[in-house]
């Protein structure tokens, strides 16, 4: 299958990529930087550009990485965060549409309010506290609106990359690298992980079905800030070593609210019997083992 896709310098793109070249797909890979040879240089939020990319590669399959994910940039910049990701996903639909390919839009757990005690299913009415949740779910919507076949998958916490995620994880274990003996962490917001690897590896089950649809994919159980930062420490072997302090996020301020839940059930995949995302504890501790000399 040809397969083209956006945001290809990004972390997702680096685990997925694999898996189709050897899978034996052909794939076009685009970003607005081209950080390697193999990539082609497309900015989602020029029409006339995406169009004229899109028409000319005649993907079957778009798989659109490509989004503003920065949570405090988007809420200092509604229009930047806008531009990119409900233009930009407007773009990417409309040039779909009118070669025919299928589309993979991958979203977030963020367009929820995070009031829910339970971790959120499909079928859970959106509406995001922020900027960046809302433009992510304005995405969905155009995706449904103008497209039959597509994938909408939202993701929980990403993490994956190494050097290419600046999030959470590698923050944490880049202090405890440089030496940090006492870490603070937030315990009041809970939330799921999504492995960047455990993605690559199950998604194209779901794409090969034709199921199409809306579908959550995060690995399996729920966690806070403090939680993994403690299983962070024990993977790391610096349990004796290091203290995790559990925080109230009010210590931490930040330009954009956070939910206080982002917590995801996979329940689309379990009616498909393709609930097959390892539990959060077992992919960071193979995330560490393989990374963490780098």
């Given at each position: 299958m040809k397969i083209l896709v956006t945001g290809a310098s990004g972390m997702l793109a680096a685990d997925v990529i694999p898996e189709l070249l050897k899978e034996g797909h052909s794939v076009v890979q685009t970003d607005i930087r081209k950080h390697s040879k193999d990539i082609n240089i497309l900015d989602i939020s020029s029409y006339d550009e995406t169009i004229k990319n899109i028409k000319d590669t005649q993907p079957e399959y778009v798989f659109h990485f490509a989004a503003e994910t920065d949570v405090d940039l988007c809420e200092k910049n509604p229009q930047y965060a806008h531009k990119?990701?409900?233009?930009?996903?407007?773009n990417i639909v409309l040039a779909c549409r009118e070669v025919g390919a299928g589309l993979l839009y991958v979203s977030t757990a963020n367009v929820f309010n995070g009031e829910k005690s339970e971790p959120y299913v499909e079928s859970d009415e959106a509406g995001s506290i922020n900027v960046y949740g809302r433009s992510k779910y304005q995405g969905e919507l155009i995706v449904k609106k103008h497209l039959?076949?597509?994938?909408?998958?939202?993701?929980?916490w990403m993490v994956g990359g190494w050097e290419l995620d600046k999030k959470f994880v590698y923050k944490i274990i880049q202090q405890l690298k440089q030496g940090k003996k006492n870490i603070k962490a937030v315990f009041d917001k809970a939330g799921s992980l999504t492995f960047t690897k455990d993605f690559a590896v199950n998604f194209m089950d779901v794409i090969n079905t034709q199921h199409y649809g809306l579908y959550h994919m995060a690995n399996k159980g729920v966690c806070s800030r403090y939680d993994i930062a403690v299983k962070i420490v024990e993977f790391m072997d610096l349990k004796n070593k290091v203290k995790v302090f559990p925080v109230e996020s009010k210590e931490f301020p930040l330009p954009a609210p956070r939910p206080r839940s982002e917590m995801l059930s996979n329940h689309n995949l379990e009616l498909l019997g393709l609930n097959n995302m390892p539990f959060w504890e077992s992919s960071l501790k193979e995330y560490i083992k393989i990374n963490k000399d780098k």
């Open positions: 990119v990701n409900v233009l930009g996903t407007e039959c076949r597509y994938f909408i998958i939202r993701a929980g």
